[in-house]
């Protein structure tokens, strides 16, 4: 069992950049393959990045070439730098797990997810 603690999120304004961190506790993370969602109040939560566990990154086409998904075993911590920001990026951002080797794009897919974190872009 691995529990996640997201930090990060504050408000920004268009076009800056920022540095979300997923902290994990527990068993060790490089059994996890991880993702990063995002979700508006009323919408779908929805992917927008995920490493496996060999360091294969994915990425929704809204955030790619702007966001970079990274891990650090060592540290336990999964990262998210999203650059180029726009209004359409806030959100509440929540990173997930799950014991396999690669990622899925699905929330479904995941087991274990942190509380989240607020990112708000003001235009």
């Known amino acids: 069992q691995v529990q996640l603690v997201e930090s990060g999120g504050r408000l920004v304004q268009a076009g800056d950049s920022l540095r979300l961190s997923c902290a994990a506790s527990g068993r060790t993370l490089s059994t996890y393959s991880m993702g990063w969602f995002r979700q508006d109040p009323g919408k779908e939560r929805e992917f927008v990045a995920g490493?496996?566990?060999?360091?294969?990154?994915y990425y929704d086409d809204s955030v790619k070439g702007r966001f970079t998904i990274s891990r650090d075993n060592a540290k336990k911590t999964v990262y998210l730098q999203m650059s180029s920001l726009k209004p359409e990026d806030t959100a509440d951002y929540y990173c997930?797990?799950?014991?396999?080797?690669?990622?899925?794009?699905?929330?479904?897919?995941?087991?274990?997810w942190g509380q989240g974190t607020q990112v708000t872009v003001s235009s």
């Open positions: 490493i496996s566990r060999t360091g294969s990154t």
């Open positions: 997930a797990a799950r014991v396999a080797l690669g990622v899925v794009t699905t929330k479904e897919g995941y087991t274990y």
